[in-house]
């Protein structure tokens, strides 16, 4: 199966800072990324969609100028938590499709915690 | 709205029985099925899609897809210990642009 990484893994930031997480489709072009959060126990929570070249959509709810995606090239994305506060502290994943119709890959998530 | 339903669980199955995961879907345009399996603290992971009515069969797991009833389920036979995770039940619809949309999920516990 395709594979998706993430960098980083594990984040730890004071309140008032933001972080960036990178989202990486190692062997495949991914037209489509998305990115999910999970709080413990919860479900997965789809936030914004993410096409290469143009502006990711934003599930409703979502703030676009907190969560900030930038999707330049086929096999990165990125997603930037601005001036995280601790009610973002939360598991974020990101998945990748090569195409319409294709089957999505689930990179391995970034747990963030902010203090 | 488009939905996904899943039983929460947990669903409690003894080892080396067959465990039974069942997702309904509201839109009847769907076209493609997923199964996902979630660790607890990890992401999910690809077990099986479907896109066919019947039967499809990998290892221990066999996915099942009833269009006319929109009803997907997944067999895991000769369940393990290590099969206790949450499933993920993912749903496309047929258009180019839809998204997949996910249940939100049956919690399987395989007892030892």
């Known amino acids: 199966g395709a594979v998706v990484s993430q960098h980083p893994s594990r984040v730890i930031c004071k309140s008032g800072t933001s972080v960036k997480i990178e989202c990486r489709s190692l062997?495949?072009?991914?037209?489509?990324m998305f990115w999910y959060r999970q709080f413990p126990k919860k479900s997965l929570m789809l936030m914004a969609t993410s096409n290469e070249g143009s502006k990711a959509t934003y599930e409703q709810g979502v703030e676009k100028d907190k969560f900030l995606i930038n999707h330049a090239s086929l096999t990165l994305s990125t997603l930037t938590v601005t001036s995280a506060h601790p009610e973002d502290s939360s598991f974020y994943i990101c998945s990748a499709e090569q195409g319409p119709k294709e089957t999505q890959y689930f990179g391995p998530g970034t747990r963030l915690l902010v203090l | 709205q488009k939905e996904v339903e899943q039983n929460s669980g947990p669903l409690s199955v003894p080892e080396g029985a067959i465990a039974s995961l069942n997702c309904t879907y509201s839109?009847?345009?769907?076209?493609?099925f997923f199964w996902y399996r979630q660790y607890s603290g990890k992401s999910p992971e690809l077990i099986m899609f479907?896109?066919?009515?019947g039967d499809k069969e990998d290892g221990r797991f066999t996915a099942q897809l009833n269009k006319a009833s929109q009803y997907v389920s997944l067999l895991i036979r000769d369940s393990q210990p290590s099969d206790s995770a949450t499933y993920l039940c993912a749903v496309r619809e047929g258009n180019r642009d839809d998204k997949i949309i996910f249940g939100k999920g049956t919690r399987l516990h395989i007892l030892p």
């Open positions: 839109d009847r345009g769907s076209q493609s």
């Open positions: 062997d495949f072009q991914a037209t489509t």
């Open positions: 479907i896109y066919s009515n």
